[in-house]
């Protein structure tokens, strides 16, 4: 059974930076995807980026030149640094992981619990 367990989040005033960790119980060099989401209040669950295991990367436009997902196959860890950071982009963030359609489409096996990201004005 592989287990996802994000960290990093907090609370961080506009223009702020945070780098986001999803460590991997497993070998996550299996997954031939992982990806980020998020989930604002009363919003649905968004895509935020997304990382083949031949580090073919997409970046939803919001995020675009703000944000950068990595995979450190070593250490079974996905990451998402986020720069430059606005107050539409509080949300719970999640890591994913399986195949890539499965993890573009929003319907992957392996979530991780969310970790609340909090941008202040």
């Known amino acids: 059974q592989v287990r996802l367990v994000e960290s990093g989040g907090g609370l961080v005033q506009s223009g702020g930076s945070l780098r986001l960790s999803c460590a991997a119980s497993?070998?996550?060099?299996?997954?031939?995807?992982m990806g980020w989401y998020r989930q604002a209040p009363g919003k649905e669950r968004e895509l935020v980026a997304s990382i083949t295991a031949l580090r073919y990367i997409n970046y939803a436009d919001s995020v675009q030149g703000r944000f950068t997902i990595t995979r450190d196959n070593a250490k079974n860890t996905l990451y998402l640094q986020m720069n430059s950071l606005k107050p539409e982009d509080t949300a719970v963030y999640y890591c994913?992981?399986?195949?890539?359609?499965?993890?573009?489409?929003?319907?992957?096996?392996?979530w991780g619990q969310g970790t609340q990201v909090t941008v202040s004005s």
């Open positions: 994913a992981a399986d195949g890539l359609e499965a993890v573009v489409t929003g319907y992957p096996d392996y």
């Open positions: 497993g070998n996550i060099f299996s997954f031939s995807a």
